[in-house]
């Protein structure tokens, strides 16, 4: 993968079941979709939102991400930044 210049298929699966397939996706470039399924805030990528979620969270929208993706997971809103507006998407999947 080291010397690999596209990803052939990289497969998003929404929290509510859509399934979105973006194919040959370079390396090292920031690629963007959107969905309506709504984005799963689960942090530590264990597939699920609960309060184990809330401290990486806290950690990207504070500019202390444990690993650079937390910067993309933590963007809620899809917007391309992390800031306030990213905690009410946050609240509103953990306690749905
Ligand atoms: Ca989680
Ligand atoms: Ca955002």
Excluded: H, W
């Excluded at 993706?69 to 809103?77: E, K, Q």
């Amino acid at each position: 993968m080291a010397n690999a210049f596209l990803v052939d298929l990289v497969m998003i699966r929404g929290p509510k079941g859509t399934q979105t397939v973006v194919e040959y996706v370079a390396v090292n470039r920031v690629a963007t979709t959107s969905t309506t399924d709504g984005l799963l805030p689960d942090m530590n990528l264990d597939r699920k939102s609960d309060g184990k979620d809330v401290a990486p969270f806290v950690l990207a929208m504070t500019g202390q991400p444990i690993r650079q993706m937390d910067l993309v997971i933590a963007d809620l809103n899809g917007d391309a930044t992390i800031y306030v507006g990213d905690v009410a998407a946050f609240v509103t999947q953990l306690i749905d």
